[in-house]
């Protein structure tokens, strides 16, 4: 993502998440979130270790999976889901053409317009999604 920037971008972007030199702050911070919402799950169902958290995460939401995969192990130390796997479900935008009378999935650019039949839209179906999926916890027999 983000080609359109042009290059200097797209470089700092590699070094950043691709090469892992300073901590996503941004994802980090997204995922606190999830942590604390994985927390507030465990201690309502009575279990204090969780196997597996996903998160479904839109193309559009502003986090990049490769920079949540490498922030999650950062995010999790220490709390209930230490050690749990983090599953990544990606999302790609969408919009709604009223002229094809249908839902289109946009490029990678991100261009507000239907890629069939070429209408202009800003009516964005999904894509800024960021939320839990689902959370698979170790919860004891005898409760
Ligand atoms: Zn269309």
């Known amino acids: 993502m983000h080609e359109q920037r042009g ?3 797209r470089l700092r972007t590699t070094d950043r998440f691709g090469e892992c030199q300073t ?3 941004h994802e980090l911070a997204l995922l606190s979130s999830v942590v604390k919402a994985v927390e507030n799950a465990c201690s309502a169902a009575g279990s ?4 597996v958290v ?11 999976p490769a920079a949540l995969d490498w922030a999650w192990p950062l ?5 209930v889901a230490e050690g749990a796997e983090l599953v990544l479900e990606e999302v790609p935008a969408a919009v709604w053409c009223p002229a094809c009378d249908t839902e289109r999935e946009i ?6 317009q239907c890629p069939g039949c070429g209408q202009p839209t800003a009516d964005l179906v999904r894509g800024r999604e960021f939320l839990v999926s ?6 004891p027999d005898h409760l």
């Open 7 to 9: 290059e200097r971008q």
């Open 23 to 25: 901590v996503p702050v």
């Open 48 to 51: 204090s270790e969780v196997k």
């Open 54 to 64: 996903a998160l479904r995460v839109g193309a559009l939401s502003g986090a990049m």
């Open 75 to 79: 995010a999790v130390a220490g709390s």
């Open 107 to 112: 490029d990678a650019f991100y261009t507000w």
């Open 134 to 139: 689902y959370v698979e916890l170790e919860v």
